[in-house]
Nanobody, 124 residues
Framework: QVQLVESGGGSVQAGGSLRLSCAAS????????MAWFRQAPGKACEGVAC????????RYAASVAGRFTISRDNAKNTLYLQMNSLKPEDTAVYYC?????????????????WGQGTQVTVSS
């Protein structure tokens, strides 16, 4: 069964932190490459970070590099996104994605499986 379930979104003031979680079924987690994307109202879907769940190597969008950290717990089939120094422009619905054949923050179409999304709102 293919399943991705995000949690951890919420509202925070600028400068604050949040940690998102994505619980994945065995099938989706073992597809190796997972990512976080986000979409703000009226804007295109934007890649945030991706990770090779085997090696742990990751890539980040320039807009979040140094502030966000993607990680995984293979024992729990769970993907995380630690978000620090949040800015109002980080406000968006954040989606967990899986099933790509490579680590991409550029092409949402590379990922076959998506979660339902979790809202992150950063106020100034």
């Amino acid at each position: 069964q293919v399943q991705l379930v995000e949690s951890g979104g919420g509202s925070v003031q600028a400068g604050g932190s949040l940690r998102l979680s994505c619980a994945a079924s065995d099938y989706t987690y073992n597809r190796y490459y997972m990512a976080w994307f986000r979409q703000a109202p009226g804007k295109a879907c934007e890649g945030v970070a991706c990770i090779d769940t085997r090696a742990g190597s990751a890539r980040y969008a320039a807009s979040v590099a140094g502030r966000f950290t993607i990680s995984r717990d293979n024992a729990k089939n769970t993907l995380y996104l630690q978000m620090n120094s949040l800015k109002p422009e980080d406000t968006a619905v954040y989606y967990c994605a899986a099933g790509a054949d490579y680590c991409s923050t550029t092409f949402p179409s590379a990922y076959n499986y998506w979660g339902q999304g979790t809202q992150v709102t950063v106020s100034s």
